[in-house]
Structure formats: C-alpha cells, structure tokens
C-alpha cells in the first residue's frame, strides 16, 4: 500500500456521499496511510457522513455549519484535545440558492449573494483562521473550485462569482501564510457526475461539450481528482502554492478547436 502520507493528520470539510470530489480525495489520502477528522453541515447530514468516516476509520466526525463561527471554532477545539497538530485541510464547502444560479444573473438579491459567498467563499478564511494555531510547517489548505470562477459558463451564475471570490482568498492567504511554510492551492475539476452537480441546469451538456472540446477528447474521473488532492495534501507539492490547478483533460487551455467549426458549417482541415 502507498504510505505517502504515514502519520499526516488532517480535516475535510464537505464529504457528503461516495459520489462526490471531496470524498475521492479523502479516499486517496486514506489509502495513503493518512488520518482523517470528518465534519457534516447539520443532523440531517450526520447519518450520511459518519458511516463514510467510519469506512476510513475516523474517530472525529463533528457538525459544523461553516457559516457560524463558534461551529468553526468548536470543532477546532475538539480536534486538539485528540490530535497534536494539523497537515492538510480540505474545503469542499459551497452553496448558492437554486433560483441564484440557474436564474437570471440580474436577478441575483443581495441575501443570495451573501449567503453564497458566505459558504463558498469566506468559510475559507474562517476555517483557515481557527485553524491556524494547529498547521504544522509543510501543512497543505487545499479548496475546490471550477471554472466558472474565470469564465462565465451557462447556469453557474452566482456560484461562478463565489468561485472566483474562493480562488482569490487561496491567493492571498497562500501569500501571508507562505513565509510559514504553510501552502494554500485549489484543484479546478472538469466536470464530473456528481449528485452536486445535478442542481446545474444542463449539466449534461455541460459534459458533452467538455468531452468534444478537451485536447484529451474525455472528461475526468473521480479518481484523477482524487490523486491530484493526495499530491497537494502530500509533500510532493511543497514548492507550490497559490495555485489553481485545473484537473479537467485540458478544457482551461482551449479557446476554439476543430469540432467549433462545424457548429458554423465550416469543415476543419
């Protein structure tokens, strides 16, 4: 079995069922050897992420709602008294009322905004805040992020901006915590089948084109996401920070490709 990351403790937040990134990610560092505390949103959440912590053998599954500081600070507390220090921490936290994102973007009220950069975006600092005490040198904060933080994309909408809020936050807190030796990056995935990604109107389109349009002519898996997490969670990664790292076959770096032309009765050559 891979031990790349014997005796690395760390947190996740946002695991909520096997068919998410968050969890593939916290599956490959688990595989690896590393230790994982568990955190679920509400009760509701509970009886779906304790059995999924447990798989892992994780004796740490507490709630916390990422937009009520004293959660934050609570949980924090509590893994102090059982653990000596903290390597990495996953934030897999986002949220925008449906109406937010697959409605119109001039239609967006300001309590939808607040509540979706509330979750998705400044829960970062937060976390990273109450966590600070704990991070050893060569600690890894690890967000997740998309595309729709650079680009517009149909029926992201809110969350595009919230995105684009996280991806500035892992900027500058890779910035101030770097003279620490503490980094701070976020993966970008591609889109993936995920029972999160069934609140996007169209999502199957979505993948469609990203399959025809990616230089790798498919979309990526669970698994590939999940590896790029153990990289950034594991010490393989101790000279990058303050990035946004696009696990998506390479659909970032296209701006037309041939299938385009078709679209405009053009043949490509």
């Known amino acids: 079995m891979n031990q790349l ?3 690395k403790k760390g947190i996740i937040f946002g695991v909520s069922n096997k068919r998410g990134i968050a969890y593939a990610i916290a599956k490959a560092i688990n595989d690896a050897g590393g230790e994982i505390a568990f955190t ?10 304790r059995p999924l912590a447990e798989e892992m053998g994780s004796t740490f599954v507490e709630e916390c709602d990422v937009t009520k500081e004293e959660h934050i600070n609570n949980v924090f507390e509590k893994y102090a008294k059982q653990y000596d220090g903290l390597d990495f921490i996953i934030h ?23 509540l979706a950069m509330h979750v ?27 595309l729709g933080g650079e680009k517009s994309v149909p029926n992201y909408n809110m969350m595009g901006v919230a995105k684009s809020a996280l991806d500035s936050n892992v900027r500058y807190l890779a910035a101030e915590l770097g003279p620490d030796q503490i980094r701070v990056n ?9 029972l999160a990604a069934k609140g996007i109107s169209g999502f199957d389109i979505l993948l469609k084109v990203n399959e025809a349009r990616s ?6 898996t669970l698994e590939e996401v999940g590896n790029a997490g153990l990289y950034f969670a594991s010490d393989l990664s101790t000279a990058v920070t303050g990035e946004i790292h696009h696990v998506d ?21």
């Not at 970062?124 to 998309?146: G, V």
């Not at 976020?186 to 995920?194: D, H, R, V």
């Not at 659909?251 to 050559?269: M, Q």
């Open 120 to 146: 998705s975006a400044y829960s970062l600092i937060s976390i990273t805040r109450a966590a600070r005490p704990l991070l050893r040198e060569k600690s890894s904060i690890i967000a997740l992020t998309y």
């Open 5 to 7: 990351m014997q005796g």
């Open 249 to 269: 076959c390479g659909f970032h770096s296209i701006a037309l490709c041939k299938e385009d032309a078709k679209i405009v009765g053009i043949e490509p050559h």
């Open 92 to 114: 897999s936290v986002a949220f925008a009322n449906r109406e937010d994102i697959s409605g119109k973007f001039v239609d967006i009220t300001l309590e939808g905004w607040n």
């Open 40 to 49: 679920y949103a509400n009760e509701a959440m509970e009886s779906r992420v």
């Open 186 to 194: 976020a993966i970008s995935a591609g889109p993936i089948k995920t």
């Open 215 to 220: 230089p790798m002519k498919r979309n990526v």
